[in-house]
């Protein structure tokens, strides 16, 4: 079977709106996470949060026009029209099939709750509810080609990347657009909140974010878009355009346990690794960066250090790890996208981003650190994981370009 | 509230959240082997129990409570301690 | 670009279907009776915050078991995807109007995980014991196409010996009072289909065919949706008329075009010998 690569990235996340300027804020160990003060029923209300305060106007839309438009939308229209721009195609769009993969957790419900804070009523108004973020997209940038919607929570987006690279073998597709778009709405938050699965470090919000810190308290949500071009990797040669890196390899599984609560026992998470790893056809000692799902979770991030322990057995103090939520926040339905973005930086720079606000690593997650600041490490072979709600675990295979 | 009424309390919440009401709740019964209480089941009854008592829950309080006779002590020592703050 | 092979087919064969509709108050009844047909330990209230289109989608499962004469252990190891059309819908107006009025505290913990598009595949993980891939798919207008689609691409991403396919919708859609309750008769329909990679030319199947590169391209206005280009949308209670048809004997058939890329096709003979065949 022919390698797929990635063409073409588009982005736009707290810490910048291209490959290049996340890729240096990552490598910089720079954190996105503040703190936010809303108005919620005549109260203040504190949370930590990690938001896009500007997403960038996309060429030929009128900025009146543009800034009317949901957040979501912008950011999905941006970050596809720069990854299609950035590998070459955008003008050809029109002549080409184009696949449309659009990793989206709760579409609808964020929609209708979106919708409503803007003193709409769509919740209550089926009738209006006739096109999807994916018809949008290909309606506005006239693209055209099989889409679909997928959405495993936080796991989305390493679903899209399968299913895009799939297409893309499969020749149904010329390229085909993966990834996902997301936003850190005031209920979403309430709803983690409620959980205490958010971090109330309200006097530090940029060391707020610290997965396998034993002073860890909880994750922080943020938002963002990335979306990225696939294609064979034969046709990015022959096109001379940059390949980024190849999705080698897809992995994913069912905890079968809680729609909430991750699974205690590590089988099931290291059950998706182990089949994204034979999938690549890579053994783990062929790993030179995991790009861990640990959100800051006490339970969460024990769980994952387990499951990495199992799979990589002899090799794991030899194995960075590092979760870039750290930075970024926890982008949920977009969140394999962003870090994709991470492990691309890896294989790419050879240097792994760290894992900030890692002051003290729990005892309980043994494994390979980068703690505070980037490291030079030989990276040819990089894995995503990503664990939704649900017991939905996925992990994704990176390969350096060659 | 005495003790007698924070435990029938614990039963009514019990009930409402889990749809089963557990035929005894001595003090010796564990509260994740035998109640089958996930976090997150705890975590909504212990939101009732802020709600209906007037007392606020950290998850730092619930460090080594694994029994209801455990669970019971938090609740009397957090309503004791809102009555020594009233009378201060 | 490299030329794609012309009419890529993809293809599974249907070994069980189960199809099951209720209105809202049946479903409410339904939230007390735990789902313990496939024997894992589930607790009493393990669908009391599950949207309408889990409990839906639990039942068509467990009739899909039985008219396939399947044991749910045979399905252990499958992956699950569940394509629920629009689902939150009743929850969001109350979870809205409550925060309205109560702020961030009045907001349930388990929205997030009860009301995403992959929460009916989750729960059937959970209560089948599955550990295979759990995703959702579609979840609004032209979703029953994008979960054929994707269960058909996903054999072929992932080695798993078999597929629930789960696809769930409400007629009419419901509106809700600020108690998150219906304020008319509606009705959740429910899909479950069970899927084995590759398919036999005249045994049950579903299958996409895909137009060849260069097929003529329709020109989609700025502004238009592509599915305006598609003529009628088909609809769960579409499909769960096919699988009642078929699980009464009838042999029924179904077509739809895959949006952007060809066409959809369900195919359900009646087998010689099979437990379907009308004497």
Redesign the interface.
């Known amino acids: 079977m022919e390698a797929v690569c990635i063409t073409g990235i588009g982005a736009t996340t707290p810490l910048g709106h291209s490959y290049e300027a996340i890729a240096d804020a990552l490598i910089a160990g720079r954190s996105a996470t503040r703190l936010l003060v809303e108005e ?4 203040q ?1 504190k949370s930590i949060t990690s938001l896009v305060d500007e997403v960038p106007l996309a060429p030929g839309y009128d900025a009146a026009a543009w800034s009317a438009r949901p957040k979501l939308e912008r950011m999905a229209l941006w970050s596809v029209g720069a990854a299609l721009r950035d590998a070459q195609l955008y003008d050809r769009r ?1 002549q ?2 184009i ?1 449309l993969v659009v990793g ?6 964020r929609h ?2 979106h919708d ?2 803007s003193g709409g009523n769509r ?2 108004q ?1 009738e209006l ?4 973020l994916a ?1 949008i997209i ?3 940038l ?1 693209i ?10 936080c ?1 989305s987006a390493n ?1 899209a990347f ?2 895009a ?3 893309v ?4 597709v ?2 085909c657009i993966a990834g996902s778009s997301e936003i850190a709405c ?11 699965a958010l971090s109330r470090r309200f006097d530090a919000p940029e060391r707020a974010a610290r997965p396998f810190d034993l002073e860890r ?1 909880g994750f922080v949500m943020g938002e963002g878009a990335a979306m990225f071009v696939l294609e ?1 990797t ?2 990015a040669r022959r096109r001379g355009v940059r390949n980024y890196a190849q999705i080698a390899g ?12 991750p699974c205690e026992d590590p089988q ?1 998470a290291a ?1 998706a690794m182990r ?1 994204a790893l034979a ?1 690549a056809q890579v053994e783990p000692s062929d790993l030179g960066y995991v790009n861990a799902h640990a959100t800051g979770t006490p ?1 969460g991030d024990r769980a994952e250090a387990r499951a990495l322990g199992m799979v990589l057995g002899p090799h794991k103090m030899r194995t960075p790890v590092s979760s870039t939520k750290s930075m970024t926040g926890h982008l949920v339905s977009a969140a394999a996208a962003v870090e994709a973005i991470a492990c691309i930086a890896a294989l790419d720079r050879q240097l792994i981003p760290p894992t900030i606000n890692l002051d003290q690593p729990d005892p309980d997650c043994d494994i390979l650190h980068v703690p505070g600041r980037a490291i030079a490490h030989k990276v040819d072979v990089a894995l995503s994981n990503s664990f ?5 675990n ?1 992990s994704l295979v990176l390969r350096k370009a060659c | 509230m005495d003790r007698q009424a924070l435990r029938n309390l614990l039963l009514d919440l019990l009930e409402q959240e889990t749809w089963e009401r557990p035929e005894h709740l001595d003090d010796d019964v564990s509260i994740r082997e035998e109640l089958k209480l996930d976090s997150v089941d705890l975590l909504s009854i212990m939101m009732r129990v802020e709600s209906q008592l007037g007392i606020k829950l950290e998850g730092a309080d619930f460090e080594g409570v694994t029994t209801v006779g455990k669970l019971l002590d938090l609740f009397q020592a957090k309503l004791a301690g809102k009555s020594a703050g009233k009378a201060a | 670009m490299l030329a794609a092979p012309p009419g890529v087919k993809l293809g599974a064969t249907i070994v069980a279907a189960g199809e099951f509709s209720a209105p809202y108050a049946r479903l409410t009844e339904m939230r007390r009776m735990p789902p313990t047909f496939a024997g894992a330990d589930i607790a009493a209230h393990f669908l009391k915050h599950a949207d309408e289109h889990t409990i839906a989608v639990i039942e068509a499962v467990r009739l899909a078991l039985q008219h396939g004469q399947l044991d749910a252990s045979q399905t252990r190891d499958w992956a699950m995807l569940s394509g629920p059309r629009y689902i939150g819908r009743l929850a969001a107006k109350q979870l809205v109007t409550r925060f309205d009025r109560q702020g961030g505290s009045s907001i349930t913990t388990h929205a997030a995980s009860q009301y995403s598009l992959n929460s009916p595949a989750a729960a059937v993980s959970i209560v089948l014991g599955s550990h295979g891939p759990n995703v959702g798919v579609g979840g609004g207008p032209w979703g029953l196409a994008d979960g054929c689609l994707t269960a058909l691409s996903l054999f072929d991403v992932q080695a798993v010996p078999g597929a629930w396919l789960l696809f769930s919708q409400w007629d009419p859609e419901p509106i809700a009072d600020e108690r998150g309750q219906p304020t008319h008769d509606c009705t959740c329909h429910a899909v479950a289909l069970a899927l084995r990679p590759g398919s036999a030319t005249d045994g049950p199947s579903l299958s996409a065919t895909f137009d060849a590169p260069g097929a003529p391209r329709p020109l989609i206005r700025s502004g238009q949706s592509p599915f305006d280009l598609l003529g009628r949308e088909p609809m769960v209670w579409d499909l769960a008329t096919c699988v009642r048809n078929w699980n009464s004997g009838l042999p029924t058939s179904w077509s739809c075009p895959l949006p952007g890329a060809g066409q959809l096709d369900l195919n359900l003979p009646i087998e010689a010998g099979s437990a379907r065949l009308v004497a």
Not at chain 1, 129 to 132: E, I, V
Not at chain 1, 145 to 152: D, E, L, R
Not at chain 1, 388 to 392: E, L
């Open positions: 919620q029923a005549g109260q209300v029109q080409l099939r696949g989206q957790a709760s579409e609808w419900y209708w709750r409503h804070a919740v209550c089926p509810d006739g096109q999807t018809s290909q309606s506005e006239q055209f080609g099989p889409s679909s919607s997928v959405g495993a929570a796991a679903y399968a299913l690279r799939r297409w073998e499969l020749g149904i010329d390229v005031p209920i979403t938050r309430a709803n983690f909140a409620n959980l205490r308290d064979r034969s046709s897809f992995g994913a599984s069912s905890d079968a346990s809680h729609m909430i609560i099931p059950a089949a999938d339970v939704g709600f649900g017991g939905s996925t």
